[in-house]
């Protein structure tokens, strides 16, 4: 049975033109790039120590 | 061999010598990626959106920059109606690679070009994240009106639809909320969430096929109204044959093609039956009763007019007796009155012939009476008042004698004359002849 009160906190509001802005800016999606230059970063950083 | 990273060559170890990053590792996640925009791709082109959705969100976690993944999904939210979300796929993805060779430019071009467009979907926005509001918060019935209205003017918002479902599912009304998610499974065939509903609903998954399957008809531009369930409930009636309303299983059964065009006849000719059938029903009878209604008034105001005609009628009638009878007493009376006169004429002469006329003897005696003394003028009268009674040689003589007596011998000589010429045989002849001889 579906509860209405747990569904409804699934909705997420819509996005709007004053807030595209903040939400391109906060797109840091990570992908397998930045991982691997996250990695290679902190393994150079143990090198140098 | 140059690094896909950074562009710098690859050495011999299979590392970029700039950025270091193994060509191996990049090549593979780069090949993912595509691996997964083309899923996406194919969800997509048959509306499996929330697929494709998330068929791109990793193709994206793989490369951020695959352009193409980056478009589909702003074009696969903006076909869901969210369009500012799809606008910031298209920036993201404008910036990573501008230029008019990215597609990107041309949606934000065609999305800035319109700015009552843009409005709109802001508002769109806005008035959804109200509803939801209205709904967290319990007051439903402001959701209803605020997701009706938005989804009147926005048919492709998915995710009004889905809140609509679950608002109507709450308030024990499955019939509309599987109408919501018919919409939705018509713009997104594999909504998880419509599904979920549908399924929440008693539905099984042949029945969820079949729901999906006449989804198809619904025509996805046109506004949302509640005459959708019957329209399309109206189709599905006339597109079944008998056996398969006999049998309910059978209606969902596997995919075919349906051939439109030919049911267009049936469709046209139902329409005009229905037509004819509610002209006739309902505007007809409504037609004559106003029709005999308007004759009966008709009636009613020329029965009074002629009942007033003929009130009139008898009234003149009656009048024209009374006169004739007023004529005819009139005539009667001026006949008897004529006779009258007739008889008290003739009355009046008998007595006149019968009665012995003394007056004109004595009227004659008191003037020879008053010549004898001398009085002349009495005289002249009373033989003036004889004659006119009657006339006589004895009035004549004496008026003759009076004017002599009174000097006035011309009017004497007139009566002497008149006395001899109307009575030549008289007595007194002899005495005026030497009169009038002289």
Redesign the interface.
């Given at each position: 049975?579906?509860n209405?009160d747990e569904?409804?906190r699934?909705?997420k509001?819509?996005?709007?033109?004053a807030?595209?802005e903040d939400?391109?800016y906060k797109?840091d999606?990570?992908?397998?790039?930045?991982v691997?230059?996250e990695m290679?970063q902190q393994l150079n950083d143990r090198q140098s120590q | 061999m140059e690094c896909l990273n950074c562009g710098a060559p690859v050495l011999e170890n299979g590392h970029c010598s700039n950025c270091g990053m193994s060509h191996r590792l990049l090549a593979k996640a780069y090949n993912t990626s595509s691996y997964y925009y083309n899923l996406g791709l194919d969800r997509a082109s048959v509306r499996d959106l929330t697929g494709a959705i998330d068929a791109l969100n990793l193709a994206l976690k793989y490369n951020k920059q695959n352009i193409n993944a980056r478009n589909l999904l702003g074009l696969i939210y903006y076909e869901m109606g969210e369009t500012i979300l799809g606008l910031t796929q298209w920036v993201m993805s404008s910036n990573y690679l501008p230029g008019d060779g990215n597609i990107a430019q041309y949606y934000i071009r065609q999305v800035q070009s319109d700015p009552v467009e843009l409005e709109e979907a802001n508002q769109l926005a806005k008035q959804f994240n109200q509803a939801l509001m209205h709904a967290r918060q319990g007051t439903k019935d402001l959701a209803f009106i605020q997701l009706k209205r938005i989804l009147s003017g926005y048919p492709h918002f998915v995710k009004g639809y889905l809140l609509l479902a679950l608002l109507y599912m709450d308030n024990g009304n499955p019939d509309k909320a599987k109408k919501a998610l018919k919409r939705v499974l018509r713009i997104d065939k594999n909504n998880t969430l419509a599904v979920k509903y549908l399924k929440e609903m008693g539905m099984t998954p042949r029945d969820i096929i079949g729901l999906k399957e006449s989804s198809t008809r619904i025509d996805v531009d046109s506004a949302y109204t509640d005459e959708d369930q019957l329209k399309s409930d109206i189709k599905t009636f006339f597109e079944n044959d008998i056996d398969d309303v006999e049998d309910p299983d059978s209606s969902v059964g596997s995919y075919e093609e349906i051939n439109h065009n030919k049911f267009n006849l049936l469709y046209v000719s139902v329409g005009l039956i229905l037509g004819i059938l509610s002209f006739w029903l309902l505007i007809l009878p409504t037609k004559l009763n106003s029709a005999n209604k308007e004759n009966r008034d008709l009636q009613l105001t020329y029965s009074d007019e002629i009942s007033q005609k003929n009130v009139t009628i008898s009234d003149l009638e009656s009048q024209l007796s009374t006169l004739q009878k007023q004529a005819a007493d009139k005539e009667a009376e001026e006949k008897e009155a004529a006779d009258q006169k007739q008889d008290s004429k003739e009355a009046f002469q008998v007595i006149k012939d019968n009665i012995p006329n003394t007056a004109y003897e004595t009227l004659c005696t008191e003037a020879q009476k008053a010549i004898t003394e001398e009085d002349f003028e009495k005289a002249i009268n009373m033989c003036n008042v004889a004659l006119q009674l009657q006339e006589g040689e004895d009035a004549y003589y004496y008026l003759g004698k009076a004017y002599l007596g009174n000097q006035d011998e011309e009017k004497a000589k007139a009566a002497f004359v008149k006395l001899k010429d109307s009575y030549p045989e008289s007595s007194h002849i002899e005495e005026i002849s030497d009169y009038l001889s002289e």
């Open positions: 049975m579906i209405f569904e409804i699934k909705f509001p819509s996005l709007e033109i807030q595209a939400a391109i797109n999606v990570k992908d397998i790039t930045d691997l230059e290679l | -």
